[in-house]
């Protein structure tokens, strides 16, 4: 990818508020799309993919992502947040070389839920 | 089942010093990758291996950045000499080989934290 976009550095939010994480990228190629989420002191955790299909994807603790090929945008989705949400989540893209997949990782959204 | 483990987990040094990291990927992943991840942005792959060869390392700095991956498994990455703006946490993640699918998961390990005063 050209670049990964995650337009907002932070998102405070309140507890059993929606939320919404935006992510673009550019690419020339084929790419899949990611979402992961990390806790301090604690590595990557993936919280969900797009390969292909339904452009609207589900993932763990409640979260799902929709594809917008046009748009080119991965925006990361919760109805209601909790406490436990509060972590950093990473949109990434993999782009589909010719026998490897080269992964490209945004900058990060920190997310503050708030009681 | 065993994830992909890390040491150490923090390590100080003065610049102009050496220093390596190790990482031990999940049993049976032939891929394994390394990321830079400094404060305030996301992890940039460093290196990436199938097996115990390189397919990319385009973003590698090979003046002072090495990594080998002996036998297919364990890895180690080393850096020498160190500069102050290599402190960073080092992120290593595996996955089982894309020729078992055009897409396999990474799992990464908890990372190591470097500060070079």
């Known amino acids: 990818a050209q670049s990964v976009t995650q337009l907002d550095s932070q998102v405070p939010v309140f507890e059993e508020a929606p939320v919404e994480l935006r992510c673009n990228y550019s690419?020339?190629?084929?790419?899949?799309l990611f979402w992961y989420v990390q806790y301090p002191n604690q590595g990557l955790q993936l919280l969900l993919k797009?390969?292909?299909?339904?452009?609207l994807v589900k993932g763990i603790n409640g979260f799902e992502a929709e594809f917008n090929k046009s748009q080119t945008s991965f925006h990361l989705r919760k109805p209601s947040v909790h406490i436990s949400d509060t972590a950093e989540y990473f949109c990434?893209?993999?782009?589909?070389?010719?026998?490897?997949?080269?992964?490209?990782f945004g900058s990060g959204t920190k997310l503050n839920v708030k009681p | 089942e065993a994830g992909v483990a890390q040491s150490p987990r923090y390590k100080i040094i003065e610049k102009r010093q050496s220093v390596a990291f190790w990482c031990n990927p999940i049993?049976?992943?032939?891929?394994l990758y390394w990321y830079q991840q400094i404060l305030g942005q996301g992890p940039k792959l460093l290196i990436q291996?199938?097996?115990?060869?390189?397919?990319?390392d385009s973003q590698l700095p090979k003046d002072r950045f090495s990594a080998e991956r002996l036998k297919g498994v364990d890895s180690t990455l080393k850096i020498q000499p160190a500069k102050l703006e290599d402190s960073a946490v080092y992120l290593c993640?595996?996955?089982?080989?894309?020729?078992?699918?055009?897409?396999?998961?990474?799992?990464f390990g908890p990372g190591t934290r470097l500060t070079v005063l």
């Open positions: 049993s049976g992943h032939a891929t």
């Open positions: 993640a595996s996955s089982l080989p894309r020729g078992r699918g055009r897409y396999n998961e990474q799992f």
């Open positions: 797009y390969l292909s299909g339904s452009t």
């Open positions: 990434a893209v993999s782009e589909d070389q010719r026998n490897f997949n080269k992964f490209y």
């Open positions: 291996f199938q097996n115990n060869g390189v397919v990319d």
């Open positions: 690419s020339s190629v084929s790419v899949y």
